[in-house]
């Protein structure tokens, strides 16, 4: 056995045959929607961000709702709080919506 063979068996060429149905291709599959909708999110609070309207009370919460939505997505799908225990993926979940209830009762 040669240094050759086994960086072989243990390369990039392993994930290369992996069949498009397997379990890793379709986490990919689905890291990249998440990371579509993550840039059409950022994307939507920056124009509410810069609209200049009447409704200065709606748009800080809108724009709010949309940041904890994405901080939601970016735990759930790229911290691995999918594969997490139970109880940890609650309190992530529990963090995240107690600050944001308190960030809008800034604007209540």
């Known amino acids: 056995m040669t240094i050759e063979t086994t960086m ?3 390369g990039p060429q392993a994930r290369a045959d992996e069949p ?14 998440v990371w579509a909708v993550l840039v059409a999110a950022t ?9 200049r309207s009447h409704h200065s009370q709606i748009l800080p919460v ?5 940041c904890f939505g994405k901080i939601l997505l970016i735990g759930h799908y790229f911290m691995e709080l999918r594969a997490a225990h139970r109880v940890l993926r609650l309190l992530f979940i529990g963090y995240v919506a ?3 209830v308190a960030l809008l009762g800034f604007y209540a």
């Open 8 to 10: 072989e068996s243990s």
């Open 62 to 66: 809108a724009i709010l709702l949309v």
């Open 98 to 100: 107690a600050t944001c």
């Open 43 to 51: 994307v939507a609070s920056l124009v509410m961000g810069l609209e």
């Open 20 to 33: 498009s149905d397997s379990p890793a291709a379709e986490s990919r599959g689905a890291l990249i929607a």
